[in-house]
């Protein structure tokens, strides 16, 4: 299904009209015009990308490393290629900070790949390997529903609309980073996360987009998405252009504009490594500490996933993405 929204712009034209009777004379006379554009955008199917998300999910915790994490690395890729995109698959190696060697994938997949200007959508993959947090027992495994699995399901929804509906003006290039979350908590080196993002910046080659959004955690009840401060400090124009995107379409009690400070997170090193304008789309909430109660804990399962959320985000993105 396709929506159109008028998206009204008001242009000020100051014409100066010179009197044909008079070479001296002259009149000046403003003019107001009203011009419209019209955004039309494909709405998003709330239900496709909880279903992704469950998908996700009943493969395991995807920790680098076994077999899960494996096999939905590769059913993403196969998603991917069936709704038409151009995927490329960075394989590469990195330590933990604990000592590991992890192998690793970054996924991209690119959609109209000959348009110069492009947007790129990121998201982490993998499942952190112990709820950290949980109090009952912080080695468990957990399922990763909202920390990895729900950015996840989002922008494979999108992949599906893309390719069922005409194509962005834009390219769009949608990045799934893998090793994000191996990192060691309150730790003092934000090097320890975001292996993925950290590896792609430094050997992206030639690749650049006009700006980039990233979701991390977007699929939580009654979420809360601020204003992140590496977002507010590398790409506030991003930042108003997604958040209003948002409260046009009826999505701003979601987008608000808390400040919560800086977060280390993958846009970090695609802002300041690779050089490209990226704001994230964060769950934060102030109240239970920083991501939740749900977060790096055993409850981060699919029963905080709630539809609406991802539709708001999935909505919001789209929009920006056709407005272009
Ligand atoms: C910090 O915990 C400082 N950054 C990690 C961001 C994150 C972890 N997102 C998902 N999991
Ligand atoms: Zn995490």
Redesign the pocket.
């Known amino acids: 299904m396709i929506k159109t929204l008028k998206h009204i712009t008001l242009i000020f034209i100051a014409s100066t009209i010179i009197a044909s009777c008079s070479d001296s004379e002259k009149e000046e006379k403003q003019q107001m015009v009203v011009s419209e554009k019209m955004v039309v955008f494909p709405t998003f199917n709330a239900d496709s990308a909880y279903a992704f998300v469950q998908e996700q999910v009943d493969f395991g915790p995807r920790i680098p490393n076994t077999s899960e994490h494996e096999a939905a690395g590769d059913k993403i890729i196969d998603r991917l290629e069936t709704y038409g995109a151009k995927v490329s698959v960075q394989a590469f190696e990195a330590t933990t900070y604990n000592g590991v060697n992890l192998k690793l994938r970054n996924i991209m997949a690119s959609f109209n790949p000959t348009a110069k200007k492009r947007i790129l959508l990121a998201t982490h993959w993998d499942t952190?390997p112990w709820a950290s947090k949980d109090v009952l027992d912080p080695t468990a495994k957990f399922d990763g529903a909202n920390?990895g699995a729900s950015g996840v399901g989002v922008l494979l929804e999108i992949a599906r609309t893309i390719s069922a509906n005409k194509m962005p003006a834009v390219g769009v290039d949608l990045l799934f980073f893998d090793g994000?979350?191996w990192?060691k908590?309150n730790g003092s080196n934000?090097d320890t996360?975001c292996l993925g993002s950290q590896y792609w910046a430094k050997n992206k080659g030639g690749y650049t987009a006009y700006y980039g959004i990233l979701l991390?955690?977007v699929g939580a009840k009654d979420a809360q998405f601020p204003f992140e401060g590496y977002s507010h400090q590398y790409a506030k124009k991003i930042l108003d252009k997604v958040w209003s995107a948002a409260s046009k379409i009826g999505h701003g009690r979601y987008f608000v504009t808390t400040k919560p400070g800086s977060?280390?997170?993958d846009h970090y090193h695609v802002n300041v490594t690779a050089k490209i304008p990226m704001v994230d789309i964060l769950h934060y909430d102030p109240v239970n500490g920083y991501f939740g109660d749900f977060h790096h804990t055993t409850k981060d399962n699919m029963d905080v996933i709630d539809k609406r959320t991802l539709k708001a985000v999935g909505e919001t993105v789209l929009y920006v993405v056709y407005a272009e």
């Open positions: 952190r920390d994000e979350d990192g908590e934000p996360w991390d955690m977060i280390t997170d």
